[in-house]
């Protein structure tokens, strides 16, 4: 069973979509690749069951979160989303932003905010 694995091997751009690469899943976290080209988004969701915890590997990008509230992430930094916090990014620069994404447990669930 492989137990190590190097995240941007398995980066995938794609003009058409936001690409995302499942590396490893149990019962217990999903791991995955996303890697955003420039002008790529992933919108604002929650995961109602769960966290998720991103490591930036390269790019930067701008961090959605409530309210509307934004920072940007950097190749280095780590980015908690705590169960029900919302959370996306949007990749503003001329570089691919890729990041892992740690989701535990993987049936996390999934819902994009919706506006009030």
Known sequence: MTRTFHAP???RPNP???ERTVIHQTAEAALVVWHLLPGQEIPP????AG????????G????????GRT?????????????G????????????????????????GYQLETAD
């Not at 920072?71 to 169960?83: F, K, M």
């Open 71 to 83: 920072l940007i992430l950097r190749a280095g930094d780590i980015a908690v989303a705590e169960r």
């Open 51 to 58: 966290q998720d915890t991103w490591v930036v590997l390269s």
């Open 45 to 48: 969701h929650r995961h109602p």
């Open 60 to 67: 930067e990008a701008e961090y959605l979160m409530e309210g």
């Open 85 to 108: 916090q919302i959370h996306g990014a949007r990749n503003l620069l001329e570089a691919p932003f890729i990041f892992t994404s740690v989701v535990s447990p993987a049936d996390a």
């Open 9 to 11: 091997a398995s980066a």
């Open 16 to 18: 058409e979509a936001v």
